[in-house]
C-alpha cells in the first residue's frame, strides 16, 4: 500500500492545473498531400509562441487525427492542406469530433482554400480558415484566442 503524503498529493495537483495552462495543438496534413512545409513552420512558431504541439506528419485520415486529437486532449486542431479536398475532408473531422462528443475542440485550416470554400466550411464549424501568406504572429493570435474560447 502507498501512502500519500498531503503535500505531495497538493504538489501534483498544483502541476497539472499549471501543465492545463499550456494549450495543445494538433497539427496534421489531412488526405494525401504531402507538402508539410507551411505546416511544420507553423508548428514550430506554435511552439516557439508556448504551445505544446503535436504534429501528426503527412497522410492522415480525418479518424487519425480526431483520435489523436482525443488521446492528447487537444485543444485545437489545425489542419493544413494543399490538395483540394478540404470540402470532403475537413467535414468528416467535424462530424468524427461530433460523434465522439468533442466539438469543443477548435479547428483551424491552412492552406490554398478558395475564399467561397473558406466561408462554407465556417459555416460547418471550422473556427477559422487562413490563407496562403496569412502572417504567423495572427495565426499565433487567433489561435490564442481560440483557445481561451474552448476554457471559459
Not at 60 to 87: K, R, Y
Not at 135 to 140: E, N, R, T
Request: charged share 30%; no cysteine; proline share 5%.
Amino acid at each position: 500500500m502507498i501512502l500519500y503524503s498531503e503535500e505531495l498529493i497538493g504538489s501534483e495537483e498544483s502541476s497539472l492545473r499549471e501543465y492545463r495552462k499550456i494549450p495543445k495543438i494538433i497539427v496534421a496534413k489531412l488526405g494525401l498531400d504531402g507538402h508539410d512545409r507551411g505546416a511544420k513552420v507553423v508548428a514550430r512558431a506554435l511552439r516557439d509562441a508556448g504551445f505544446e504541439v503535436v504534429y501528426t506528419g503527412i497522410r492522415q485520415t480525418p479518424e487519425m487525427i480526431v483520435n489523436t486529437a482525443l488521446q492528447e486532449d487537444a485543444d485545437v486542431i489545425g489542419i493544413s492542406m494543399l490538395s483540394g479536398s478540404h470540402m470532403t475532408l475537413v467535414p468528416m473531422v467535424l462530424k468524427l469530433l461530433k460523434d465522439n462528443g468533442a466539438e469543443d475542440i477548435k479547428v483551424v485550416v491552412g492552406g490554398t482554400i478558395p475564399p467561397d470554400d473558406a466561408e462554407k466550411l465556417k459555416e460547418m464549424g471550422v473556427a477559422e480558415v487562413f490563407p496562403p501568406d496569412t502572417p504567423l504572429s495572427y495565426i499565433v493570435k487567433r489561435i490564442k484566442e481560440l483557445v481561451e474560447e474552448r476554457r471559459k
